[in-house]
């Protein structure tokens, strides 16, 4: 069977390792704030050049935010967001006065 770097339509699902359940590529490809899920490469190699594809659709700054990431904990992660979720609030307050 030849690959192709074209991504299988929303009729094909596999199992997602983070999320325990089956999942489109659609979804990986905008998982991560718009970018693609830092797991992306290895969970869809096998059933085409995904590689190529996003190599194709990213410019390089994308794909170095998206697969060339400093890993974080579960913790460090929600520290950020109630960081920038109370730097929001902050500021939404500020201009409300």
Not at 30 to 48: Q, S
Request: glycine share 4%; with cysteine; charged share 30%.
């Amino acid at each position: 069977m030849r690959r192709e770097s074209t991504p299988p339509d929303d009729d094909y699902l596999i199992r997602c390792p983070r999320l325990g359940h089956q999942i489109y590529f659609s979804y990986c490809r905008r998982e991560n704030r718009g970018l693609p899920c830092f797991k992306a490469l290895a969970c869809w190699y096998p059933h085409f050049l995904v590689e190529d594809y996003f190599r194709e659709q990213l410019s390089p700054e994308e794909w170095e935010k998206a697969f060339n990431y400093s890993a974080k904990t579960k913790t460090v992660s929600l520290l950020e967001l109630i960081e920038e979720a109370k730097k929001a609030a902050t500021q939404g307050s500020s201009s409300a006065g």
